[in-house]
């Protein structure tokens, strides 16, 4: 009913008003991770157990086994080496929070840490995908606005009886955003139904 469309619309703008919580949770594994690189400075040795965990777990062995083996060989000069890779897991992380103050399609590619060092293979083997952690929670906040827009329709199907030629009709400004393009979202009326898509396809890959 055209009452449950009001009630919808204001528990999307009252979901959409909320702080995202992926702030929190990428400071909450930077934080993890430099405790984690505090632990290994203390005791460099652990460093060799924690790398055997990525082994166990199956995900790049490899590249795990490589970085076991080198810091075996360096384990007298791990000091610098550990400071050099927290350093650079500090800068990533510090550029990754900076890109989400910025919507998605504002954003720029996430900085590569390239592996040629013992230092940046240790924080290359541990650090999250975080492009991936990015399109999870970009994509669940453009699912709610298109709830909000396909809401916003069925309600100007109730007072018309027929569906809005453009987006632009219903005057839901930001809401009718696509956060991945700074577009409105892809709506196509076809008689007396439609379509509604966001272009995520620069992002989901």
């Keep these: 009913s055209d009452l449950d469309c009001l009630t919808l619309q204001h528990l999307v703008d009252?979901?959409?008003?909320?702080?995202?919580?992926?702030?929190?949770?990428?400071?909450?594994?930077?934080q993890w991770m430099q405790r984690m690189m505090a632990k290994a400075k203390k005791n460099p040795s652990s460093l060799i157990d924690?790398?055997?965990?990525?082994?166990?777990?199956?995900?790049?062995?490899?590249?795990?086994?490589?970085?076991?083996?080198?810091?075996?060989?360096?384990i007298g000069k791990m000091d610098q080496i550990l400071e050099d890779a927290s350093n650079l897991m500090e800068g990533y992380y510090q550029e990754v929070l900076k890109s989400l103050t910025l919507p998605p399609y504002k954003r720029k590619p996430l900085p590569e840490i390239p592996k040629t060092t013992l230092?940046?293979?240790?924080?290359?083997?541990?650090?999250?995908?975080?492009?991936?952690?990015?399109?999870?929670?970009?994509?669940?906040?453009?699912?709610?606005?298109?709830?909000g827009v396909r809401t916003a329709l069925r309600a100007y199907h109730w007072e018309y009886g027929r569906f809005p030629v453009h987006l632009s009709e219903l005057r839901?400004?930001?809401?009718?955003?696509?956060?991945?393009?700074?577009?409105?979202?892809?709506?196509?009326l076809?008689?007396?139904?439609?379509?509604?898509?966001?272009?995520?396809?620069?992002?989901?890959?």
């Excluded at 839901?172 to 196509?188: H, N, S, V």
Aim: no cysteine; net charge negative.
């Design 14 to 30: 009252d979901w959409l008003a909320l702080p995202s919580s992926i702030t929190s949770v990428v400071d909450g594994e930077r």
């Design 50 to 74: 924690t790398v055997e965990t990525v082994i166990s777990s199956g995900d790049e062995d490899l590249a795990a086994l490589q970085t076991q083996r080198e810091i075996q060989k360096n």
């Design 119 to 147: 230092a940046s293979n240790i924080v290359g083997l541990f650090l999250p995908s975080m492009g991936t952690i990015q399109y999870r929670y970009d994509r669940e906040r453009s699912l709610i606005q298109m709830l």
């Design 172 to 188: 839901l400004g930001e809401k009718a955003i696509d956060p991945f393009t700074g577009k409105p979202f892809l709506y196509q």
């Design 190 to 205: 076809d008689k007396d139904t439609y379509t509604l898509k966001a272009d995520d396809s620069a992002f989901n890959k």
